[in-house]
């Protein structure tokens, strides 16, 4: 399996058009050993020529221009390179990148029953989906399940690879009305992903609100995790001057701390954990601070654009 970071910073990107935090200050000045990100974005592909995305980032556009193995076939016998989308949740940084994938090309779209209701019932703008000839097809993933999935249309062989769903206990976004919210299930919110093809397994979880812990044994069988490593502390965004919230309270587990990801880690673990979703004020994005070297010497590798490797 191949696999690509396209993106790896969370909502804003890094730096964010109108922050004035340390880090957005002196990445634009040209003060800090560090590089800039896109929003989150990791493609696979289980043969090298069929890609699946996780997540549908903002930047979307300009990460598919920017990697080749996504640019269309030359001629129309080949298959075109994107197979479909995997949604851990209904997040604007999770979701928007779909309408840049408007363009009359039809594509699987993988996301829970309640991600679905959210993005067809209440967001009429997604619709310009339907305008393509077969429209893109919504494929329903259960909260805890597995669903064998094929790089052809020929479902009839045995699965190319399976995509197991993993509930990861986060909330809906803000923007879902009250009406919505009542007919969607809670656990159907947010998940994690683990893509299997043969004995690997690679495991995608950026939004960790740490409220279930079934993605602890997921980490455990992964050759690679993508975890949440938005924010270093629980009160990183007050710091800054950037919320009053508390990452807790928006749904992200922090790094460091008592009760924290560090902390809650599995220590048994065999493949390689990689923070990605990060978050512009978080330190660890310089590449001289403290925070960045305790991440290196705990056994993390931090996600960056154009990231890639081989599972
Ligand atoms: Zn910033």
């Known amino acids: 399996m191949r696999v690509k970071v396209l993106g790896s910073a969370a909502g804003g990107g890094f730096p964010q058009w109108n922050c004035q935090c340390p880090n957005c200050s002196a990445l634009r000045n040209g ?30 556009r300009q990460q598919v221009l920017a990697a080749r193995e996504l640019s269309p076939p030359e001629n129309n016998s080949s298959p075109p390179p994107i197979g479909g989308l ?7 940084d999770s979701v928007m990148g779909l309408l840049h ?3 009359f090309q039809t594509f699987f779209v993988f996301a829970t029953r309640g991600v679905q209701c959210v993005l067809q019932k209440e967001n009429r703008i997604f619709r310009v989906l339907e ?3 077969p429209p893109v097809k919504w494929q329903t993933l259960s909260a805890k399940g597995r669903l064998g999935c094929h790089l052809s249309e020929d479902s009839s062989g045995p699965a190319d690879f399976i995509c197991t769903t993993v509930p990861l206990g986060g909330c809906y976004p803000d923007y879902v009305s009250e009406e919505t919210l009542r007919a969607v299930p809670p656990e159907d919110a947010s998940v994690g992903l683990i893509m299997e093809q043969g004995e690997k397994r690679l495991f995608f979880a950026p939004s960790l609100s740490g409220s279930s812990t079934m993605w602890k044994s997921a980490v455990e069988s992964a050759d690679a995790t993508f975890i949440d490593g938005t ?5 990183e965004l007050m710091r800054t001057g950037r919320s009053k919230k508390t990452a807790r309270e928006i749904g992200h587990l922090p790094l460091s701390g008592a009760g924290g990801l560090f902390e809650q880690f599995p220590r048994q673990t065999k493949g390689r954990k990689i923070l990605i979703h990060i978050n512009n004020t978080n330190p660890i994005l310089d590449e001289k601070s403290a925070e960045h070297r305790a991440v290196l010497d705990a056994g993390f590798e931090i996600a960056y654009d154009g990231m890639e490797f081989e599972l």
């Open 131 to 133: 305008r393509a000839n």
């Open 31 to 60: 003060k800090l050993k560090s590089r800039p990100r896109t929003q989150t974005q990791v493609i696979f592909s289980p043969d090298s020529k069929v890609w699946f995305l996780l997540c549908a980032s903002p930047d979307l």
């Open 231 to 235: 924010f270093w502390s629980d009160d």
């Open 101 to 103: 994938l408007r363009e």
């Open 86 to 92: 995997f949604l851990p949740s209904a997040d604007v």
